[in-house]
T-cell receptor, first 113, second 115 residues
Framework: GENVGLHLPTLSVQEGDNSIINCAYS??????FIWYKQESGKGPQFIID?????DKRQGQRVTVLLNKTVKHLSLQIAATQPGDSAVYFC????????????FGSGTRLLVRP | NAGVMQNPRHLVRRRGQEARLRCSPV?????VYWYRQLPEEGLKFMVY????????ESGMPKERFSAEFPKEGPSILRIQQVVRGDSAAYFC?????????????FGQGTRLTVV
């Protein structure tokens, strides 16, 4: 698929380990952030979101951490499974154009069996 | 409960031809967004439409590209006189409302190849 390439940062983890994917966002005025998962040949799939008035939010096997001081977002996946292999994008939602998503460049997660 | 439907999934056009990409939003969603994705990159916003209205087309090239979301029928992204640089995946998303913390649902995309 078009997201499998030589230039995407790649994180390779052993099945069962925890994964941490990082993202730096650009706009200090953004107040809503989302992590998307994109499998080869498919559209982005919502994973988890967080508002700027929060530092941490947990879902099923996933946790998002937000550090507004350094404009950093991370996605933690617990007990990574082969089905987690995909490209992961963070996206920010600027306050002044709240309908628009600004995507980061993505990280490819490879899960070794 | 069908999600966002895009067709065709794959489209091949010769340079100079026209490409028409269709997007049917989730039933009941009146807000549609188009994004473009080049290989190994994130999605880039192109245009935001509500029924019969273009709200923001700031991400769309000024020439050759147009979008519509008629009262009846799917949203259409139209690219006239395609060039090789138009080759990309084009994704449509829809939402029931707009504003922060409104989840947008994405379709599977149309992969345009210009030969």
């Amino acid at each position: 698929g078009e997201n499998v390439g030589l230039h995407l940062p790649t994180l390779s983890v052993q099945e069962g380990d925890n994964s941490i994917i990082n993202c730096a966002y650009s706009n200090s005025a953004s107040d809503y952030f989302i992590w998307y998962k994109q499998e080869s040949g498919k559209g982005p799939q919502f994973i988890i979101d967080i508002r700027s008035n929060m530092d941490k939010r947990q879902g099923q096997r996933v946790t998002v951490l937000l550090n507004k001081t350094v404009k950093h977002l991370s996605l933690q996946i617990a007990a990574t499974q082969p089905g987690d292999s995909a490209v992961y994008f963070c996206a920010e939602n600027p306050r002044d154009s709240s309908y628009k998503l600004i995507f980061g460049s993505g990280t490819r997660l490879l899960v070794r069996p | 409960n069908a999600g966002v439907m895009q067709n065709p999934r794959h489209l091949v056009r010769r340079r100079g031809q026209e490409a028409r990409l269709r997007c049917s939003p989730v039933k009941g969603h009146s807000h549609v967004y188009w994004y473009r994705q080049l290989p190994e990159e994130g999605l880039k916003f192109m245009v935001y439409l509500q029924k019969e209205n273009i709200i923001d087309e700031s991400g769309m090239p000024k020439e050759r590209f147009s979008a519509e979301f008629p009262k009846e029928g799917p949203s259409i992204l139209r690219i006239q006189q395609v060039v090789r640089g138009d080759s990309a995946a084009y994704f449509c998303a829809s939402s029931p409302k707009t504003g922060g913390d409104t989840e947008a649902f994405f379709g599977q995309g149309t992969r345009l190849t210009v030969v």
